[in-house]
């Protein structure tokens, strides 16, 4: 691992690199990249930076918008999935304040910096470990259209129930049946197998990669645990590793949160668990499902926060077509053992005191991951600051299929938002607890809730396919 310039400068020369590409995120949390002759990297590029505009990143900033991009020589690694040789860096977007270059506090990785920060000065932890599981479609054609004449989408898996009369070779998979799949039925097992030796050899270890519950093509890919602001940048080298993967097989990889008609949706569900000098803040042999009054405070702020963390976690319009009774996905502010129906499922398998955690389960990776970690932890440290404990509060424990109760009981039970808008609304209520300690700039906030407005209103504009068939001849 590249730990300085010079070390930089030695593996372009011994590697033989031709180019050196920087690669950053913008509010969205979507790589956006600019790239330079080796030769033109030198010390001076550490210090120095590459300029950029951080106005079309989607931040809104009051000082001008001419920003720096400071790259992390310990984020250094050849692309291979550029035909060119390519290093790849990523970093911190700095303010030009000379003589001092300030950190441009609305930049995602500063603010998972920031919420690590908080942490260690809080007392609480000093390191957060997280678990994201990485749910995705891959499909062999897909294409859409929005025009006012033709508004419509198509997509195809080879393997997909809807072939059954045009596949000759008999490898169709149940809708709902893919779960686990063994070959031949499992039609991407390489594809899958290649994206998780990149993951490795980018220093992403994997846990394992299997396919998932929707017939139409849906897979999981499981890393192992990591520390948060580390797992922040693997959560974008994985999603542009699974895509480019994807690609050269001929394949269409996507997180979109509901894809599919009628089959499940691709979540990004996070495990987590905090540490204090090596040793677990969540563990207790005598708690409930053996965790900690921490552990317990931690999910209660999770869930008193729900609501306005879905607007980070589920940033999308389709983020809440997932959110629905039937597919495996969370519809109930709760918590419980063992449960898929509650938003917080405590793993029973994790038994040893140091791997002791809980799940959340409605984030997707439709999110920046960089204020979806964050977000996670301000939440969870307001719980434990607060002693905000979930069962008081009437949030479970839920060790029962909240799926299959009665109406009358599902009446009591607190859901999830059930459209972004939503989401925002309560965003714009509750967040003081995101801005502690300068972690999430009141702007920032203000500028994503405006430009998800603008998303929301823009795609509520838009004529539905399936309003034609429900409609058109009232």
């Known amino acids: 691992m590249a730990k300085t310039a010079q070390d930089v400068m030695q593996l372009i020369r011994e590697q033989g690199i031709k180019m050196v590409d920087f690669k950053m995120v ?35 900033v009051v000082e001008k918008s001419d920003m720096v991009f400071i790259p992390d020589p310990a984020t250094a690694q050849i692309d291979p999935f550029c035909e060119v040789s390519t290093l ?21 990785r500063n603010i998972v910096l920031a919420a690590e920060q ?17 749910e995705f479609y891959l499909f062999d054609d897909v294409a859409w259209k929005v025009a006012p004449n033709e508004i419509g989408m198509s997509l195809d898996a080879e393997q997909a129930h809807w072939n059954g009369d045009i596949n000759g070779r008999g490898v169709i998979v149940p809708r709902q049946g893919h779960y686990h799949i063994a070959k031949p039925l499992d039609r991407t097992y390489e594809c899958r197998s290649e994206m998780c030796l990149r993951m490795e050899e980018a220093g992403i270890p994997i846990k394992y990669h299997h396919p998932e519950v929707g017939g139409a093509g849906q897979f999981e890919i499981e890393p192992k645990l990591g520390e948060m602001s580390k797992m922040a940048d693997a959560t ?15 394949k269409s990889a996507t997180f979109m949160p509901k894809p599919v008609y009628g089959e499940a949706g691709s979540g990004m569900h996070v495990h987590m668990l905090l540490l204090k000098d090596g040793e677990p803040v969540f563990s ?22 729900i609501h306005s963390l879905c607007a980070i976690t589920n940033p999308s319009t389709n983020s809440f077509k997932r959110l629905v009774p ?17 938003v917080i499922r405590i793993p029973a398998y994790a038994k040893t005191p140091n791997m002791r955690r809980f799940e959340l ?7 920046n991951p960089y204020f979806c970690y964050a977000a996670l932890l301000m939440a969870g440290l307001d719980g434990i600051e607060n002693k905000i404990d979930p069962h008081e509060n009437g949030w479970g424990p839920y060790d029962v299929n909240l799926y299959t109760l009665s109406d009358e009981e599902k009446a009591k039970l607190q859901g999830l938002p059930t459209s972004l808008d939503a989401a925002l609304d309560a965003l714009e209520a509750d967040h003081d607890y995101l801005t502690k300690g300068g972690v999430f ?17 823009a795609m509520a504009a838009i004529p539905h396919p399936a309003e034609f068939e429900r409609y058109y001849n009232l």
């Open 284 to 305: 207790d042999d005598n708690g409930y499902s053996h965790l900690s009054r921490e552990a317990h405070w931690f999910m209660g702020g999770l869930l008193k926060h």
């Open 88 to 108: 790849s860096m990523t970093g911190n977007a700095m303010i030009i304040d000379y003589p001092h270059n300030r950190p441009l506090d609305q930049y995602p």
């Open 361 to 367: 389960r409605n984030p997707d990776a439709t999110c």
């Open 326 to 342: 039937g597919f495996e996905a969370p519809v109930t502010v709760g918590y419980a053992t063992s449960n898929r129906s509650a």
């Open 26 to 60: 913008d509010i969205n949390g979507q790589y956006r990249h600019v790239t330079i002759p080796a030769q033109n990297f030198t010390e001076a590029t550490m210090t120095d930076g590459i300029g950029f505009d951080a106005s079309n990143y989607g931040y809104a």
């Open 441 to 457: 700039p009141e702007a920032l906030l203000r500028s994503f809730i405006a430009a998800k407005r603008r998303e929301c209103a």
């Open 118 to 134: 908080y942490m260690r000065d809080s007392g609480i932890a000093d390191t957060m470990l997280i678990l994201p599981e990485f």
């Open 236 to 250: 974008m080298l994985i999603k542009y590793i699974i895509h480019n993967t994807a690609l050269k097989y001929g």
